[in-house]
């Protein structure tokens, strides 16, 4: 139900039409943030759809606590891109008062210009196009037109703003929402801690005697992309005396793994692969440190730290100019150190190992953070005077 409280009159009759490439159960940082505040936003009262592309060709229309989700029947999947007649069908038959556009997405942001089935246009600028420069060249004028007609463009940082190429250009239409989450998951103790650090944490090999000892667990979380910088924190393993746990999956997989194993399984580095949402709070939770070590800037914000943050665990990122700087601050929740360089990273871990309270301390602020500034109730809060500011 809505609460009249928190919502006007106005947006008590919205409807919002979220517009991606995937959602749930693909797991990816945009997708877990579309599914977030399109659930978010339906109990509070709003009228709510999803348009996605499907893993299959067939189109399907499902109702999912409260948001309904249309997935357009798939026919290719190019450069990171799902390709979708059916997708462009959906879009010129719906209609909003807000279409929401999440970028990058070329046929969303395409679609939206030919079909505009919406009275307003609201985009998230999640990331600049990094990687895919042929695609930009040819897509770039679709682009810069979108954020022209755009009539609010929400980052999720001002760091972004400043330092995107496309953004710097409509500053003046752009709004800062970071990203939120839901800290409940990973604030109260989970009784799977105790069996993560009694299975990876513990090693009984000293001089050829058995020894008992609690070696302190590192972990990464995120998909296995080119951008996360996964082999810098491999890299820099070899210089900390510690298990390193790599959470996802994903394309650069095979490749880091023989890179961490060199021809043989290693004691000190797991590859665990998709781990549930219910089981992932108490990896955090478990860690003694979390490291973001992503290398370029397609990693915009890394909502990854703030799950860590929230366990109340202290991070290592990277200075990306992005938004990871942003969330992780330094000094204060943790340490930000130069991108691809592992003995920077490396120091910055070891310094956090070598001190107990500092761990504490700064994971107390990492907490305190996430709840003062990067709840998903605020989030919705920001974007939805975003949504009644365009509409007037």
């Not at 877990?32 to 339906?42: I, P, T």
């Not at 703003?161 to 989970?190: M, Q, R, T, W």
């Not at 302190?216 to 510690?242: H, N």
């Amino acid at each position: 139900m809505a609460r009249v409280s928190d919502l006007g009159l106005l947006s008590l009759f919205m409807h919002i039409l979220h517009v991606y490439k995937d959602y749930f159960p693909v797991l990816g940082g945009i997708e877990n943030h579309v599914r977030l505040l399109a659930e978010a936003q339906a109990q509070r009262g709003l009228d709510v759809t999803v348009l996605v592309t499907n893993l299959s060709r067939r189109t399907t229309v499902t109702d999912e606590n409260g948001v309904r989700v249309i997935r357009a029947g798939r026919l290719a999947h190019i450069a990171s891109t799902p390709l979708s007649l059916a997708f462009f069908a959906q879009l010129r038959r719906l209609h909003a008062d807000i279409v929401h556009l999440h970028f990058p997405y070329p046929p969303g942001e395409l679609g939206n210009l030919i079909f505009q089935p919406g009275r307003r246009t609201v985009i998230t600028y999640h990331s600049d196009v990094i990687r895919q420069q042929g695609i930009l060249r040819a897509y770039n004028p679709v682009l810069r037109r979108a954020l022209r007609q755009a009539d609010r463009i929400i980052a999720t940082s001002s760091p972004y703003i400043e330092s995107s190429p496309y953004l710097s250009g409509v500053a003046g239409k752009c709004a800062v929402v970071p990203l939120g989450i839901d800290p409940a998951p990973f604030l109260s103790p989970n009784e799977r801690i105790e069996q993560i650090r009694e299975r990876f944490c513990s090693w009984s090999e000293q001089a050829g005697a058995a020894v008992e000892a609690d070696w302190p667990l590192i972990l990464f979380v995120g998909r296995l992309r080119y951008y996360k910088g996964l082999e810098y924190l491999l890299q820099a393993m070899r210089d900390v005396g510690a298990t390193l746990l790599v959470v996802g999956a994903g394309p650069m997989e095979g490749e880091w793994q023989d890179m961490a194993w060199n021809g043989e399984p290693s004691e000190y580095v797991h590859f665990l692969g998709e781990v549930s949402n219910e089981a992932l709070p108490a990896y955090y939770q478990a860690a003694d440190v979390f490291v973001l070590p992503a290398s370029h800037r397609s990693e915009a914000f890394g909502i990854v730290q703030l799950e860590a943050m929230a366990a109340g665990t202290p991070v290592v990122s990277t200075e990306l100019g992005t938004g990871t700087s942003f969330v992780n601050q330094d000094g204060v929740t943790g340490f930000v150190v130069p991108p691809r360089d592992a003995g920077e990273l490396a120091r910055a871990i070891n310094r956090l190992l070598a001190d107990p309270e500092l761990r504490q301390s700064m994971g107390e602020r990492g907490r305190q953070r996430v709840l003062e500034n990067f709840t998903v109730e605020r989030m919705v809060d920001r974007i939805i005077k975003v949504y009644e500011s365009v509409l007037g």
